[in-house]
Every structure is written in C-alpha cells, then in structure tokens.
C-alpha cells in the first residue's frame, strides 16, 4: 500500500522563479493538503483540495496556488520566488473526513 | 484566527522519565490530532480525540482531550531514546475544517 509520493525530494531555485512540487496521496485518499514548514516550526496551512477544487486556505499569498487531477494527485506553484519561500513543502493526504493525515516525505525548497 | 499553542517548546528528560506536553486553542474544537516528527522526517499521525473529556493510551502514551474541547495533553510514561523527536497537536473546528498545527514540542532523551 504506497503512501504519500511527493517529487522532487530537493530543489534549489532562484529568487524571481517558478516551482511545481508534485504528490500523490496515498491510496484510498481523496482529499489533498498541503503545509509548509520552515525549520524549528510547525507545519503551516497552505490549502486543502478536495473533488479538485480548493476548499480551505490558510494565509499565504496568491503567488501560492494549486491544482488537484482526477486520480486525486495535486500540485503546487509558487511564483515569484522569494527567500523567505525557503522550507520544507509537505502534502498531506486523507479522506474527506480527515481522520488523521499521511504525510508525504516533502520537498525541500531552497531559494538562493 | 484559530490559533493553537503548545508548552513547553524543548524538553530534555533523563531516559527512564516521564514527560508531558500541553496544547491550547484559542478556539473550541471538533476534534485533535497529535503527531509525532522525527530529526529530519515527517509529521506521522499518532492519535486523534473527538470527546470532550476523551483520553486513550496507546501502550505507554496518554493522550487526553479537555472538558471544554480547548485544550489537549499528551503524557509519555518512563521515555525512552525512541521517543525522541518533536509532537505537534493539531486541531480543527469543525470535522471538514483545515487542521491547525501547534508550534511543536522536541523532546531529548538523554541515555
């Protein structure tokens, strides 16, 4: 039973670019959520897909966006990098009830 | 907003030890989770609590939810070098709500 897929593992971008990060949710699970943890904290709410529509959004800027497919899979953008972009990107799956989140491994993001 | 807080931000415990950490909203809750990150991985789900007043053990964590559905503990009996990382709470208000994270505990055990 595979679990949460998130590609790439690593990134390092340049401030002013585009990113994509990409997951998988874990099978059985139609409800994606994506957080974004800079080091020592908690994992911040980005937004919440489900029925690839984006249901909740935490505060972050219109630069963040997302997009969620059919087989449930989903992405994010960021635009118009900046350095405080830096952190670890986390999806989360479940199903739409949420009774506790799979996490994927994340996507490490470093804007220099 | 709903915020959701958690005391202390380390602890160091000797191994043999018991330790506790304590999550606050600023919100009624629908339900919590708690889960546990290790150096370097990701946040893994250990439990969630939906009762006012719930608590559930699993094997020698305790994991409790208050009365009033603010506030939540978990409570590790004689820790172990396993139980090292940092537990988060986490919380939402209603069951399709988007689920709040707290600052996180990092617990060290020192052999």
């Known amino acids: 039973d595979a679990g949460v897929t998130q590609s790439p593992t690593h990134l390092i971008k340049t401030r002013g670019q585009q990113v994509t990060l990409r997951c998988s949710p874990k099978s059985g699970h139609d409800t994606v959520s994506w957080y974004q943890q800079a080091l020592g904290q908690g994992p911040q709410f980005i937004f919440q897909y489900y029925e690839e529509e984006e249901r909740q959004r935490g505060n972050f800027p219109d630069r963040f966006s997302g997009h969620q497919f059919p087989n449930y899979s989903s992405e994010l953008n960021v635009n118009a990098l900046l350095l405080g972009d830096s952190a670890l990107y986390l999806c989360a799956s479940s199903q739409r009830d949420g009774y506790g989140y799979t996490f994927g491994s994340g996507t490490r993001l470093t804007v220099v | 907003g709903q915020q959701v807080m958690q005391i202390p931000q380390y602890q160091h415990v000797q191994e043999g030890e018991d330790f506790t950490t304590y999550c606050n909203s600023s919100?009624?809750?629908?339900?919590i989770q708690w889960y546990k990150q290790r150096p370097g991985g990701h946040p893994v789900f250990l439990i969630q609590l939906v009762k006012s007043g719930e608590v559930k053990k699993q094997k020698r964590l305790t994991f409790q939810f208050g009365e009033a559905k603010k506030n939540s503990s978990l409570h590790i009996t004689a820790t172990q070098t396993t139980d090292v990382g940092t537990y988060f709470c986490a919380g939402r208000e209603t069951s399709y709500d988007k689920v709040i994270f707290g600052p996180g505990t990092s617990l060290s055990v020192i052999p």
């Open positions: 919100t009624t809750l629908s339900n």
